[in-house]
């Protein structure tokens, strides 16, 4: 079957840096997609893999490793407004359509003080 | 601005009473989608299009109807609305690279 896996919640400090894991199992695959979403607000897009390793922009990181079906999301010098929750979602290559997105339930983060 | 627009922003209906929920796009994607995000469970695709007059089933389109006879719009229709559909809802649209999220639609069946 097609599954993601996330964890459900995180807490971090201010200023320190935070790992955000996703494991999936799908059919096919054609890109991993990280998003943030604030509480009662869209999704926005964060970052986009689709080859194995490490891709960094700014204070964020997103990593894939295509053999262990693994990604995680890299937060650096956290901030209070990093407070959301964080979607991995899956571009399963043997879907329909090209477009359809796999999601996973999302991580909730918590930055403290 | 390159926008996702949805209306209503926030609506409470009671049970059995129809209600369109309206979607438009302005950055000429061909595919829209609509989904519903519920606590744990995380955004679930209820219907998308691939382009005008092409539309199909997500994973949980029960109680739902779309039509695509425009580009830009996707409405999604609720004819017999039910508490069970109180819920989150969000229109996307996209290429092959990201999807854009409309801000959100509140819905309350009672």
């Known amino acids: 079957g097609q599954n993601i896996d996330q964890p459900t919640e995180m807490t971090a400090t201010e200023g320190a840096i935070v790992q955000i894991n996703c494991t999936y199992q799908?059919?096919?695959?054609?890109?991993l997609f990280w998003y943030q979403q604030h509480a009662g607000e869209a999704p926005t897009f964060l970052s986009y893999n689709v080859l194995d390793g490490l891709e960094e922009k700014g204070r964020f990181s997103s990593f894939l490793s295509r053999s262990k079906g693994y990604s995680y999301l890299l937060l650096k010098e956290l901030q209070m407004k990093d407070s959301a929750s964080y979607l991995c979602?899956?571009?399963?290559?043997?879907?329909?359509?090209?477009?359809?997105?796999?999601w996973g339930a999302g991580t909730k983060l918590i930055i403290k003080p | 601005e390159a926008q996702v627009t949805q209306n209503p922003r926030y609506l409470i209906t009671v049970t059995g009473k129809k209600l369109t929920v309206t979607c438009s796009q302005n950055?000429?994607?061909?595919?829209m989608s609509w989904y519903r995000q519920d606590p744990g469970l995380g955004l679930r695709q209820i219907y998308y299009?691939?382009?005008?007059?092409?539309?199909d089933k997500g994973d949980v389109p029960e109680g739902y109807k779309v039509s695509r006879k425009e580009k830009r719009n996707f409405p999604l229709i609720l004819e017999s609305p039910s508490p069970n559909q109180t819920s989150l809802y969000f229109c996307?649209?996209?290429?092959?690279?990201?999807?854009?999220f409309g801000p959100g639609t509140r819905l309350t069946v009672l």
């Open positions: 950055m000429n994607h061909e595919y």
């Open positions: 979602a899956v571009r399963d290559s043997k879907k329909d359509s090209n477009y359809q997105l796999i």
């Open positions: 299009s691939m382009n005008v007059e092409v539309t």
């Open positions: 799908t059919s096919g695959f054609n890109g």
């Open positions: 996307a649209s996209g290429g092959m690279g990201t999807q854009y």
